[in-house]
């Protein structure tokens, strides 16, 4: 009798805690959706350094409708984000919150809030895939490509001359003397266009599906007067067969073998095109390929919403693998080796809990 009362007593506790983490949760998730609102708004970037505003005077400096802004004040100061002072009406964000939430600090971190909204948008689409299969196309996706440039600006951008590129010794030296390079799935081509004006005399390609993401980049190419660059829609998903082989020195992915419709062809066509001391640099997620080895990662649950609601599912939606966000390190080094690469290190750099780096040769 007695064991079974501290059994029953301490599921009583399990599920007492569970509920307060449940309830916890979906407030931290409002939360989300106001700093999403807050950073697209540019509210965030009004309130910082700014001595208290009133709403109205918030609205004016924002351009905005007062009364939505006092609204979003309010989520704000509930969730102890803004301070108030009610006598006088005004609020305030203090400096070390503004450094977290807005371009003041190393890093913005309202720009990951964005995730939330944008993820659910598509909440419809996926419900139905969990009935009849398939999978949600590019197309629901209209502000990815923007939410992903800016955070790859964040993590990839500032570390990638002084911490990412040295992964492989030798290789700005060959990038200052001149070489070919290629990103695959290269988004807006931030890291490529950075890299183009970095070292003139390498010319660098970037391949992407996204016609909009294309647009974009070669856009800011031309407006840079960027001319060792170029920009192509290309579709990756045969590029086992397509790639010329040995045209490049260089290859590079930054997050973007997991949403590939075919990585093991992409993969496979990467060591097609790379000459045979070139180099091949990854950035992809940091994980496990193995569920219960995942339930201490810091962002886990959030990836794989993140992997559910986009990377698995456009996969899919191609007729594809959906390999999908969370593939894991172990995953991923078993396809790089059957893709013909044997000298694989694998590195984390200090400043990014979210990703691992591999460099690869063939």
């Known amino acids: ?6 059994t029953t007593t301490s599921q009583q506790a399990e599920a007492s805690d569970f509920e307060s983490r ?14 999403s609102i807050g950073h697209r708004t540019g509210l965030l970037e009004a309130l910082a350094g700014q001595a208290p505003l009133t709403s109205p005077a918030l609205a004016e400096r924002s351009g905005l409708q007062e009364r939505y802004v006092r609204e979003w004040l309010g989520g704000m100061v509930a969730a102890e984000v803004v301070e108030t002072d009610p006598e006088s009406a005004s609020y305030w964000l203090p400096d070390e919150r503004a450094e977290l939430l807005t371009d003041r600090g190393p890093v913005n971190l309202a720009v990951y809030a964005q995730f939330i909204p944008l993820l659910g948008s598509v909440e419809d689409d996926v419900v139905r895939c969990f009935h009849e299969g398939g999978g949600v196309p590019y197309s629901r996706y209209p502000r990815f490509q923007e939410v992903m440039a800016s955070d790859s600006g964040q993590t990839v951008l500032p570390a990638l001359f002084d911490a990412i590129l040295p992964l492989a010794p030798g290789l700005i030296e ?8 290629l990103d695959c799935a290269c988004g807006r081509g931030r890291a490529l266009l950075a890299m183009a004006e970095r070292f003139p005399s390498s010319r660098f390609v970037g391949y992407d599906l996204s ?14 007067g960027l001319t060792n660059l170029s920009f192509e829609v290309r579709d990756l998903s045969d590029f086992d067969v397509t790639a010329t082989p040995g045209a490049f020195e260089l290859v590079t992915t930054f997050d973007g073998i997991h949403d590939q419709a075919q990585p093991r062809r992409l993969l496979a066509g990467i060591h097609r095109t790379l000459v045979a001391d ?4 990854v950035q992809d997620i940091h994980a496990s390929s193995h569920h219960h080895l ?4 810091p962002l886990g649950a959030m990836l794989y919403a993140v992997s559910l609601s986009h990377c698995m599912t456009v996969s899919l939606a191609q007729g594809g693998e959906g390999l999908g966000t969370m593939w894991g390190r172990e995953r991923a080094l078993a396809y790089l080796e059957e893709a013909g690469f044997h000298d694989i ?14 460099v690869c040769r063939p």
Do not use: P
Request: proline residues 0%.
């Open 1 to 6: 009798m007695c064991d079974i009362a501290v």
């Open 22 to 35: 449940l309830v916890r949760a979906l407030n931290e998730s409002g939360l989300l959706l106001l700093t």
């Open 174 to 181: 060959r990038l200052e003397s001149g070489i070919r390079v």
């Open 211 to 224: 016609e909009e993401a294309i647009g974009w980049a070669r856009e800011r190419a031309e407006r840079t």
């Open 278 to 281: 070139g180099v091949y640099l």
């Open 294 to 297: 995942d339930r201490q990662h």
């Open 345 to 358: 290190r694998v590195h984390q750099l200090e400043h990014d809990i979210q990703n691992d780096y591999f």
